[in-house]
């Protein structure tokens, strides 16, 4: 079971690295217009992007994880644990982003950790 829950953290972490790295490509790049005329361009900018290519193969590589977990356990109880990704991605992007979070999204992220919880230590 320990090799099954280290794959899900695994796997969460390089999901919400993968998102990171994501975001901030897409940021660097400012406000795009995807209008017919300029989706070309941006596809292209969008695709030759370090911080794209760089998110997407750190994601890419947090499915291989999530793969050796959807073999070891049923999805029932390995599902809930994505939402950890919930948690990691909102304090990273507060702590790295310096985003506002208002209280009431750290109340619902709460809720959300006891139900991982709960799940955590149901049996499997």
């Known amino acids: 079971m320990t090799i099954t ?6 796997s969460t972490i390089l999901g919400v690295a993968g998102q990171l790295l994501l975001s901030h490509g897409m940021k660097q790049m400012g406000a ?9 361009s941006v596809l292209l900018r969008i695709a030759t992007s370090p911080w794209i290519i760089g998110g997407l193969l750190v994601y890419a590589s947090g499915t291989f994880f ?7 356990t049923p999805l029932s109880y390995s599902y809930p644990f994505i939402s950890l990704g919930i948690l990691l991605g909102t304090l990273a992007a507060w702590g790295i982003f310096h985003e506002h979070v ?3 999204r750290w109340i ?3 809720v959300v950790c006891s139900g991982v919880l709960i ?3 149901s049996q499997v």
């Open 5 to 10: 829950i280290l794959s899900i953290l695994f």
């Open 32 to 40: 795009l217009e995807f209008t017919a005329t300029a989706l070309p």
């Open 66 to 72: 999530w793969l050796m977990v959807l073999n070891r």
């Open 102 to 104: 208002p209280p009431l």
């Open 108 to 110: 619902g992220l709460l």
């Open 119 to 121: 799940v955590g230590f």
